[in-house]
């Protein structure tokens, strides 16, 4: 089984429409993370989270907003998603002890 | 400004031709620094992790990397290319003290039988 895990793999919605991404791990890692990927701009960070306490936007946090339920579990949720939104969103944790990031497999949003 | 660059977006060679994909990075300390290839639909796999100590990295896959502090470069190199290398390889660098990864654009490989 993997170790990090996201649901839906692909998803196509609405303008207007509240979407859920959700982020589970088996990894037992602390940190976890939201990046979206879009062509020719690599991945740029969304939020991340040190603990189910501890939420931090990240560099484009504006229009998304975070969920951490456990430490297992990290959701990135858009509010009324717009279609600048279409993208991959990757899903990542790190190890603390070795700063090493592990990656979901994306889910990839498209928004019309 | 911190940065990370990779100057070339898509590099295209012949299988079993040498691969040099190129990584630059500006920060006042050497941060950590990572390769990592994504296949095309999947996810992000690492590739190798420079911290301190050998400049020269080995990783999986048969891909290695040389830390030059002099160039603030970190440039990923394989011998001999398979067709199965064909992907997007992303360079990556966490500053120290730092809590957040950031990468670089990207660069496409392409392998031409």
């Known amino acids: 089984d993997a170790d990090v895990t996201q649901t839906p793999r692909n998803r196509i919605t609405k303008t207007g429409k509240r979407i859920m991404l959700e982020c589970s791990q088996t990894?037992?890692?602390?940190?976890m993370y939201w990046y979206r990927q879009d062509p020719g701009l690599g991945l740029q960070l969304i939020y991340y989270?040190?603990?189910?306490?501890?939420?931090n936007k990240g560099e484009i946090s504006d229009g998304y907003s975070v969920s951490r339920q456990a430490q297992a579990k990290f959701s990135l949720s858009l509010e009324s998603a717009i279609p600048n939104q279409t993208a991959l969103y990757f899903c990542?944790?790190?190890?603390?002890?070795?700063?090493?990031?592990?990656f979901g497999p994306g889910t990839r949003l498209t928004v019309l | 400004a911190q940065s990370v660059t990779q100057p070339d977006i898509h590099i295209t060679v012949s299988e079993g031709a040498s691969l040099e994909l190129r990584c630059n990075y500006s920060?006042?300390?050497?941060?950590?620094l990572f390769w990592y290839v994504q296949s095309p639909g999947q996810g992000l796999q690492l590739l190798l992790k420079?911290?301190?100590?050998?400049?020269l990295v080995q990783g999986i896959k048969g891909f290695e990397a040389e830390f030059k502090r002099s160039q603030s470069s970190f440039n990923l190199r394989k011998p001999s290319v398979h067709w199965s290398d064909a992907a997007e390889y992303f360079c990556?660098?966490?500053?120290?003290?730092?809590?957040?990864?950031?990468f670089g654009a990207g660069t496409r490989l392409t392998v031409k039988p």
């Open positions: 990542a944790t790190r190890d603390g002890a070795t700063d090493t990031q592990y």
């Open positions: 990894k037992g890692h602390d940190r």
């Open positions: 989270s040190f603990d189910v306490k501890d939420i």
């Open positions: 920060y006042g300390a050497t941060p950590y």
């Open positions: 420079y911290f301190s100590g050998d400049t």
């Open positions: 990556a660098v966490v500053p120290r003290g730092n809590n957040d990864m950031r």
